[in-house]
């Protein structure tokens, strides 16, 4: 194996693809691919590392098209003196985050479609009632 278990997950937990790992190791691609031919096990550490990557990726899609609260610490000052502060932080969901998970789950039903004479984008009344009904309600959630 050309590298421990632990680095590989890693590595490719972080996201890398085969060519960026083996440049690395100071190997080509080819010869890459050929360790984690011979050696299943390689194979299997690369895929699970991958496989976590594209959960917390996923999540992380997840949580900003949905919004989301996390704990965070704030600082004063005060005559000198600094003090710390826990607070919960909101963050409301991203339009962005949300067309695009619509986009990649829901291909048939929320693909781009452009009027070629406007050079506009078409949404039909039923997702943009659905988007505006997905914002008012976590609108109303905050509150």
Known sequence: M??????????AGYGLTEKEIADIFHITEKQFYRAIQ???????????????????????????????????????KNKGVVA????????????????????????????EKIDQEKGTYLVSEEQFKFLMQMAAKRMKEMM
């Open 38 to 76: 011979r050696n299943r096990e390689m194979g299997e550490i690369i895929f699970r590392g991958k496989t976590v990557f594209g959960k917390n990726v996923v999540e992380s899609l997840y949580s900003r098209a949905m919004g989301y609260s996390r704990d965070e610490i704030t600082y004063t």
């Open 84 to 111: 710390a502060h826990p607070v919960k932080k909101y963050y409301p969901p991203d339009m962005k985050a949300i067309v695009f998970w619509l986009k990649n789950r829901m291909p048939a039903q929320w693909r």
């Open 2 to 11: 050309i590298a421990d278990a632990g680095t590989l997950e890693k590595l």
